[in-house]
């Protein structure tokens, strides 16, 4: 590998690449046999938000009403739509549509820090050295470069796809950088939004675009030298250049990317900021075929101020906003082909500091899944009379990885090789959990 492409690979699988690069790595890797067969039966598409820094399980889905007030914190715990099941006071839109999700309380595993953590529930599998709090680091594949590799691209689209960002640990690792997600920035909610390297630049027409392809197409037909070569390295170039040509003039792209095509009283229900907006351009990325969509949210690690927090806007726009999106996807059918996750990388402590927050804990958390058949309404595992820990039908992130794996139609139990040939569990001894499969 030369020294440039060494570079780009790292870089990309840490930061996520632009359509071109991205394109240009897979062309390079394109050899017959490179791709695994996509798995049978209809395939199951995932959104994962990530609620990066550790969302508390206290002021989500698992209050403690009865624990003192250190441990308690300051919201009340609401009914559901379920009977019997409470939430926090700080969720209320979750709470109504608490009928068409499962929560899971039980997962717990045992790295305090942000970049365990992150990798950890990122790729279903620990670190295999300490990592620090801030590290970007992936030893082992994200769970959408997997499905990357493994299910390929679907008429062009990208097949995994990060917003605003890549997470810590959302990186293709030794699979490479061509299984590096497509990363969509910018502001969504904004007027003037457009997706980088995919909308057509204003001055250029669409039919005015269509014209040079066919003008580039006439002069690449004419005889060249290069044609008596053996292998021409023009055809590695020409596959991504025509796959980045069809997706920028494909009608079923462009339609999906653009929001100013969805129904203002939808898009009004998802919130009219970035986040929701986001997870509404999830959705109709899920509906024309691509396979993942990872919706980064920062900001989870309240250290200190956690209540003034969780009744500001970042809080109230996730209970929104994903309520919103389970919605949507339950009215237009496409709840069952659609698996919606979302956690961040560990729960927070029990008692409260003296800074009015809560600190790592990874002892107990709570996750959301929804569609896919998950069963709806359900309550997965239980943590101690004060969330301690998680003390009923307890599960680690392995389970919870070979589920999700599950859930997608890959087999957890395969061996993958790594870049120098050496076989790697994808998921080391998990086990389904086997409430989501009722």
């Not at 050899?31 to 039966?41: E, I, K, N």
């Not at 919606?340 to 029990?350: A, I, K, N, Q, S």
């Not at 997608?408 to 409430?435: F, S």
Request: net charge positive.
């Amino acid at each position: 590998m030369r020294r440039r492409d060494f570079i780009q690979v790292g870089l990309g699988g840490m930061m996520g690449l632009g359509l071109t690069d991205l394109l240009r790595l897979q062309g390079r890797a394109a050899t017959p046999g490179a791709h695994p067969t996509p798995p049978t039966g209809r395939p199951v598409n995932c959104i994962l938000i990530w609620l990066d820094g550790g969302p508390s399980h206290y002021e989500t889905f698992d209050p403690k009403p009865e624990a003192p007030s250190e441990i308690r914190g300051q919201f009340q715990a609401i009914s559901t739509a379920v009977p019997g099941t409470r939430f926090s006071e700080a969720v209320p839109e979750l709470a109504k549509a608490a009928d068409k999700f499962t929560v899971i309380r039980s997962i717990c595993h045992k790295d305090p820090n942000h970049g365990g953590g992150n990798h950890y529930l990122m790729t279903g599998s620990p670190t295999p050295v300490p990592v620090a709090c801030g590290a970007f680091v992936t030893f082992h594949p994200s769970f959408g470069s997997v499905v990357s590799w493994q299910r390929g691209q679907n008429e062009g689209l990208p097949p995994y796809v990060s917003m605003p960002s890549v997470t810590r640990s959302g990186g293709p690792s030794f699979l490479g950088g061509k299984y590096a997600p497509f990363v969509i920035d910018g502001q969504p909610n904004a007027a003037d939004f457009r997706v980088r390297d995919v909308v057509l630049p204003s001055e250029i027409s669409e039919g005015r675009a269509a014209t040079r392809r066919n003008l580039r197409a006439t002069l690449d037909g004419m005889k060249r030298y290069t044609d008596r070569l053996a292998e021409d390295p023009a055809v590695t170039f020409d596959q991504y250049l025509q796959q980045s040509v069809d997706l920028v003039l494909s009608s079923k792209a462009q339609a999906a990317f653009d929001l100013g095509h969805e129904d203002a009283k939808v898009r009004e229900s998802y919130g009219r900021n970035d986040f929701g907006q986001r997870l509404l351009m999830a959705r109709r990325l899920v509906e024309v075929g691509v396979s993942w969509v990872t919706v980064n949210y920062g900001g989870w690690d309240h250290h200190t101020k956690l209540f003034e927090a969780y009744k500001g806007d970042s809080v109230r726009n996730m209970d929104r906003g994903v309520a919103a999106l389970i919605r949507d996807l339950d009215q237009r059918g496409l709840l069952d082909s659609t698996l919606v996750v979302m956690l961040g990388e560990f729960g927070r402590t029990p008692k409260v500091n003296k800074d009015a927050g809560r600190d790592h804990w990874p002892h107990a958390m709570s996750v959301l899944m929804a569609g896919a058949g998950c069963p709806r309404g359900a309550v997965i595992g239980a943590t101690d009379a004060k969330g301690y820990a998680a003390s009923e039908n307890v599960h680690r992130p392995e389970d919870f990885a070979a589920s999700l794996y599950s859930k997608m139609g890959i087999d957890p139990n395969q061996a993958i090789h790594t870049n120098t040939g050496r076989p790697v569990q994808l998921v080391n001894n998990g086990r389904r959990i086997k409430e989501l499969f009722a």
